[in-house]
T-cell receptor
Framework: NAGVTQTPKFQVLKTGQSMTLQCAQD?????MYWYRQDPGMGLRLIYY???????DKGEVPNGYNVSRLNKREFSLRLESAAPSQTSVYFC?????????????????FGAGTRLSVL | LAKTTQPISMDSYEGQEVNITCSHN???????ITWYQQFPSQGPRFIIQ???TKVTNEVASLFIPADRKSSTLSLPRVSLSDTAVYYC?????????????FGAGTRLAVHP
């Protein structure tokens, strides 16, 4: 059981280049998320997808687009990369955990993509 | 969304018990308190979750007073491998997704 898989693990871009970060989960979760984490900071939500076919903006969506390709896959696209987008990007998925005594809405994270924009 | 406040950093030694307290004064009735752990170069991972009173699992204990305005994560007998950043989150499932805010967390350094 792989959980949440992100590709690539590392990427270096030049300013103005575009790229797509891929994320796939095998836990049959409905909700998926993209976060960025800058050095010494917490995670900030970029976009999320509550279910297949829906996406919505988080705290810091500017400069990004997303696609929820199917239930398993949620991609993040940088159309014209900028140095300010240098960061570590994490994808996550969550399970609502319904029922008494069950932990609720736990997010499972991938290993991250380390992106540098020069 | 409830804002959380936790210490920026803590130091401890192997074998000691570590308690990290998180303040969340404006927690709402439907909010759960969840703690995540993040090792360097990894994504966060779930440690423990509670709503009120005390919760214990194989990794940690979570103490929540009756007013729920704070919570304390307790790590028994820490080891070097517990060196990580610990995040306290308060939120609920709404509109089809987790409304969660990750703050800067508490950097725990465990020394030999």
């Amino acid at each position: 059981n792989a959980g949440v898989t992100q590709t690539p693990k590392f990427q270096v871009l030049k300013t103005g280049q575009s790229m797509t970060l891929q994320c796939a989960q095998d836990m049959n979760h409905n909700s998926m998320y993209w976060y960025r984490q800058d050095p010494g900071m917490g995670l900030r939500l970029i976009y999320y997808s509550a279910s297949e076919g829906t996406t919505d903006k988080g705290e810091v969506p500017n400069g990004y687009n997303v696609s929820r390709l199917n239930k398993r896959e949620f991609s993040l696209r940088l159309e014209s990369a900028a140095p300010s987008q240098t960061s570590v990007y994490f994808c996550a998925s969550s399970d609502p955990g319904t029922g008494a005594g069950v932990v609720k809405n736990i997010q499972y994270f991938g290993a991250g993509t380390r992106l540098s924009v020069l | 969304l409830a804002k959380t406040t936790q210490p920026i950093s803590m130091d401890s030694y192997e074998g000691q018990e570590v308690n990290i307290t998180c303040s969340h004064n404006n927690i709402a009735t439907n909010d759960y308190i969840t703690w995540y752990q993040q090792f360097p170069s990894q994504g966060p991972r779930f440690i423990i979750q509670g709503y009120k009173t005390k919760v214990t699992n194989e990794v940690a204990s979570l103490f929540i007073p009756a007013d729920r305005k704070s919570s304390t994560l307790s790590l028994p007998r820490v080891s070097l491998s517990d060196t990580a950043v610990y995040y306290c989150l308060v939120g609920r499932f709404s509109g089809g997704y987790n409304k969660l805010i990750f703050g800067a967390g508490t950097r725990l350094a465990v020394h030999p």
